[in-house]
Each structure stands twice: as structure tokens, then as C-alpha cells.
């Protein structure tokens, strides 16, 4: 399978616990999205990378959240201190040059976190 | 920040009825597009618009991108059950920043045998 892929599919964890979720993207995109989306709602961006520099973040990335790609490949989002209202899906997409003034993002199928 | 509002917000139809479903917004947007996200999954995108008025199709789909930019309909011929899941339009303010990708709530459609 060539598309974008998360790990894990689902989290569950207690509050106050730190998770990382884990984004391959699609291998010849440079440009990786993370968006969170919580039920009934689309999703909303937080933050963007292109290669190895995250170039742009959201405002509903608090201090708790950061997001890396080290490598400009695979990216990681970790959550510290979790809260209740870190329950989500977190999605992570990819594009390359060519989609890159159509929007045209290519999605992962999420990763979703319940903070008991 | 830019908001789109979809409609409606479900929808229940009988297998083999045509729907249609829209997104309206109150800032002009230069590309509209149309994804579907089934359960547990990612969206998946559907439908592509680039131009105010253009229509295009994608099997038994249809999407328009307003003449004022500031709405687009998608519209599915003929249901099937695999039809099912949630519909979101996703508008672009401006070109070079595919992080001002702004996505509506989503319509929820349910096919009925």
C-alpha cells in the first residue's frame, strides 16, 4: 500500500499520560498535515511541514502538542499531559508539488484517542 | 477565521434517489472540494474545482463551483448503499497555502434498501 499511514489506529489512555501518533506519508510528497477532527465536526488544521521544516501551526496547538519529521519522511505528534478534551481523530495527509496549489490532500486513515 | 456551512446536515434516502447537498460561505474561495470519509477511515477526496462555474463529474458524481465562489454543490445520481458516509466540502482561500484548507461539518448520508 502506497498511501499515508498512522500508527496506532486507536488510542486509549488515561489523562495526564503523553501519547505519540506516527504518520508515514505518501513517499514523493513533501508536504505532510496534521488536522484533528472530533465527532461530528470536519477536520481543522494544526500544523504543516514541508521536508523537514514545520513551516506553519495552528492555534489549537497548545504547548502540549509538538509535532516533528526529522528526517523530512515520517512526522510524529505527541500529546503531553493529556486531557479529556484531547479526545479525538487525529488525521494526517500528504501532497506533493504538483497538488500543492490545489489543495488536493491525500489523508491517512487517523489516529483516534480517548482520554479516560 | 473562514467557516463553511454545509447542508443539510443529514440526509436518508432510498437506494436509487438522486441527492444534493451544498456548502455556503461568507469569504470567496479559489478552489472547492468535494471528500468523503467513511467510518473509522480518512476522507477521501472525490471532486476537484478550480474555476467560478465549472461543473464537473466524477461517475455518478457532479460538483459546480459557484459563480460567486462562495458556494459549491455535489450532487450523486442514482444511490447505491455504498454510498453511505459523511460528505464534507473543503474550500481554499488562495493558492501556495494548502493549509488554508477549511472543511465544512459534513453532511451524514444514509441509503435505505
Known amino acids: 500500500d502506497t498511501g499515508v499511514s498512522q500508527d496506532p489506529r486507536h488510542k486509549i489512555t488515561k489523562r495526564g499520560q503523553n501519547v505519540t501518533f506516527r504518520c508515514d506519508p505518501i513517499?514523493?510528497?513533501?508536504?505532510l498535515y496534521w488536522y484533528r477532527q472530533t465527532l461530528g465536526q470536519g477536520p481543522e488544521f494544526l500544523t504543516y511541514?514541508?521536508?523537514?521544516?514545520?513551516?506553519?501551526k495552528s492555534r489549537l496547538l497548545s504547548d502540549r502538542f509538538s509535532a516533528e519529521r526529522p528526517k523530512g519522511s515520517f512526522s510524529t505528534l505527541e500529546i503531553q499531559r493529556t486531557e479529556q478534551g484531547d479526545s479525538a481523530m487525529y488525521l494526517c495527509a500528504s501532497l506533493g508539488d504538483r497538488g500543492f496549489n490545489t489543495g488536493e490532500l491525500f489523508f491517512g486513515e487517523g489516529s483516534r484517542l480517548t482520554v479516560l | 477565521g473562514q467557516q463553511l456551512n454545509q447542508s443539510p446536515q443529514s440526509m436518508f434516502i432510498q437506494e436509487g434517489e438522486d441527492v444534493s447537498m451544498n456548502c455556503t460561505s461568507s469569504?470567496?474561495?479559489?478552489?472547492w472540494l468535494w471528500y468523503k470519509q467513511d467510518p473509522g477511515e480518512g476522507p477521501v477526496l472525490l471532486i476537484a474545482l478550480y474555476k467560478a462555474g465549472e461543473l464537473t463529474s466524477n461517475g455518478r458524481l457532479t460538483a459546480q463551483f459557484g459563480i460567486t465562489r462562495k458556494d459549491s454543490f455535489l450532487n450523486i445520481s442514482a444511490s447505491i448503499p455504498s454510498d453511505v458516509g459523511i460528505y464534507f466540502c473543503?474550500?481554499?482561500?488562495?493558492?501556495?497555502?494548502?493549509?488554508?484548507?477549511?472543511f465544512g461539518s459534513g453532511t451524514q448520508l444514509t441509503v435505505l434498501p
Open positions: 513517499s514523493e510528497h513533501n508536504r
Open positions: 469569504s470567496i474561495f479559489n478552489t
Open positions: 473543503a474550500g481554499q482561500i488562495s493558492s501556495g497555502s494548502a493549509r488554508q484548507l477549511t
Open positions: 511541514f514541508q521536508n523537514e521544516a514545520q513551516l506553519e
